[in-house]
């Protein structure tokens, strides 16, 4: 079902990196690529424009919202989900102003991770059929 997915993961823990990956590798995504901070997720996002990102919020080098504000004015239509276990409603907002999609509460579940991936899977179909 997610075989052709390309996903960009973002978070400066290797914890929270590697079961993430390990349930999108579990649902077939097809490819996973991952950053250890903002800077690289930009690099990383332009250079393989992935169908989904999901960012942390707090990260060196870059911090989360920065990330995402270059990741949308290099594609606005970029499909990025933020990550935090410290969210407010203030940084939701401003996420969400940006251009997030949403902003999920860590610890992210394995069935978060799916609907989000069901979601972005829809949209990119109906994307084609235009």
Do not use: W
């Not at 649902?27 to 903002?38: F, K, M, R």
């Not at 992935?50 to 970029?78: S, T």
Request: proline fraction near 3%.
């Amino acid at each position: 079902m997610f075989t052709g997915l390309k996903v960009l993961l973002c978070d400066d823990s290797l914890m929270i990196i590697k079961k993430m990956s390990d349930v999108m590798r579990s649902l077939g995504v097809g490819i996973v690529q991952t950053a250890l901070d903002g800077e690289q997720a930009v690099k990383l996002y332009k250079m393989g424009k992935p169908d989904v990102v999901f960012m942390d919020q707090v990260m060196p080098n870059k911090a989360g919202l920065v990330a995402l504000q270059e990741i949308i004015d290099y594609h606005p239509d970029a499909i990025v989900y933020m990550l935090s276990s410290m969210g407010t409603i203030g940084k939701r907002e401003e996420a969400e102003k940006i251009g997030a999609r949403d902003f999920l509460q860590k610890p992210v579940t394995s069935d978060d991770i799916k609907t989000v991936l069901e979601d972005v899977v829809k949209e990119l179909a109906n994307k084609k059929q235009v």
